[in-house]
């Protein structure tokens, strides 16, 4: 039996392979049963369900008394897959991320190209991820998993600008972590990421609960519009509706903005941050301003990364075999994880 299964598997991963190369073009039929029942001297029922494997994946379709087809979308796939993602340096959250999209691929069989987007600026990040995109375009992976742009003063149209590279090239996109408005134009692409108005809606509750009185939502400039979908949740849960009486629009390492808001009798009692990553640079900050700081495990939002991974790659797959598919806003659950941070002593 399981000899079987590996010649079925041997069987499928070669003529996987072969389409991917282009060695079946359009109107071109694949090996007959027959003839893969003699080259790797298996059973007809083994041969069959290689067939079935690769119907099955959107690869080949049967045409009756023809033979067997590689799809048109099986006629652009290239076996490679690509990621763009200018956070990747930032926290522990995206590094999860990617590397369970590329275990993802690795069981398809494909290969996760990884754009190398590092600089330390988001300007020059901007730069380097349209320089990907158009080496993504040329090289025609099969699809993209794309991480919107952050933290400019027109984030929305430097993404824009990328997605229009790949609508060009008909190269099917799922947008993660941040979605992006398009102005006039319908949302074309799919999106995947938690519930941000959420998880913001949850820390509120949560700090409210514990007694605090002045909460404030810190936040970077020209940030994500999730995180102000994490501001509209908080202000919802604490009574507030934005303004300056509840944010904190900083970078967290600026001491000198910082001072004037924490420096004060009425300083708050509770901070929001926008992130992990930004939460553990107010800390050190707080602690130059000489107020005492202490450090326990942080009170946060868990981000499933290996759920967010997995439901982006199954909604890029399935964008490829189908791209005729109405858009879709998928929103992975994200619980809140109480620690010592803000635990009643």
């Not at 202000?235 to 509840?246: H, T």
């Amino acid at each position: 039996m399981a000899e079987d299964k590996a010649k079925y598997r041997k069987i499928f991963e070669y003529l996987r392979k072969e389409i991917r190369d282009g060695r079946y073009p359009r109107g071109v039929p694949l090996p007959s049963e027959e003839s893969l029942v003699r080259k790797y001297n298996v059973s007809r029922i083994t041969a069959v369900r290689a067939m079935d494997e690769l119907v099955k994946c959107g690869l080949v379709y049967r045409k009756r008394g023809a033979g067997t087809f590689a799809t048109k979308t099986a006629a652009l796939e290239s076996g490679r897959i690509g990621l763009i993602m200018p956070s990747l340096s930032f926290g522990e959250v995206f590094p999860c991320i990617c590397q369970g999209l590329m275990r993802c691929a690795q069981k398809d069989g494909y290969t996760l190209l990884l754009g190398d987007i590092s600089a330390a600026t988001p300007a020059k990040r901007a730069v380097e991820a349209a320089k990907v995109a158009r080496a993504f375009v040329k090289q025609r992976v099969a699809g993209v998993v794309l991480q919107p742009l952050a933290f400019l003063k027109s984030p929305d149209r430097v993404t824009r600008e990328i997605l229009a590279l790949f609508d060009g090239a008909e190269i099917p996109v799922v947008l993660i972590d941040r979605n992006v408005s398009l102005g006039q134009d319908p949302i074309r692409h799919d999106f995947v990421g938690i519930d941000n108005f959420a998880a913001g809606r949850a820390l509120g509750e949560h700090v409210v609960a514990q007694g605090a009185k002045r909460v404030r939502f810190l936040m970077r400039p020209e940030c994500a519009t999730v995180i102000r979908d994490r501001l509209a949740g908080a202000a919802f849960a604490v009574g507030k509706r934005g303004g300056m009486e509840f944010e904190i629009v900083a970078e967290p390492d600026d001491v000198a903005v910082l001072a004037s808001v924490f420096r004060k009798k009425s300083r708050p009692d509770a901070v929001i941050c926008e992130s992990d990553y930004v939460a553990a640079v107010l800390r050190n900050t707080l602690d130059k301003l000489g107020l005492s700081v202490m450090f326990p495990p942080l009170t946060t939002v868990h981000q499933p990364c290996e759920d967010i991974a997995l439901v982006a790659y199954r909604a890029l797959r399935e964008r490829m075999r189908d791209p005729s598919l109405p858009p879709r806003r998928i929103l992975v659950p994200a619980p809140l994880v109480v620690r010592e941070s803000t635990k009643e002593s």
